[in-house]
């Protein structure tokens, strides 16, 4: 594969929420994966292989799901940290830092993935923006979801 195809196919994000709750609150709930359709709309379905990895299957606004094989590479609550590795229609990582911020907690979820679905593939020079937007939907309503099901207690 050329490096300019990697890179076209090749996704790197960073999102920070603010939340008023507690730090260790808020990752005894993001540690909890199989709630995340309970409070994430996008996040439609995660399905446990075993203590360390399930099924998650995604799908935002844009119309196609995302399904991938999340396995636990780290977690450790002293670093308030949350990683998996992820093979299946995208593959890379993706990580949660859950630290003290100004009035509650600062969560910030970082990403760096290459698509593999081939529909997506097959469009990824013109498709960039929407997926672009897409992924900045589904994460603004993943901190609305959060925020909500934290406010519930």
Known sequence: MSDWSHRLHRYRFRTVWLLPAQPAVVYAVLERAETYPSWWPQVREV??????SGIVRFRSLLPYDLTVVAS???????????????????????RWTVVPGAGGTRVV?????????????????PGRPAFLANHALMMRSGRRGLAAWLARG
């Open 47 to 52: 399905a446990p292989l075993d203590d360390r």
């Open 72 to 94: 636990e590479r780290v977690r450790d609550p002293g670093t308030g940290t949350l990683e998996i590795a992820m093979r299946g229609d995208l593959s890379g990582w993706a």
């Open 109 to 125: 979820f970082e990403q760096d993935v290459e698509v593999c679905k081939p529909l997506l593939r097959r469009f990824a020079l």
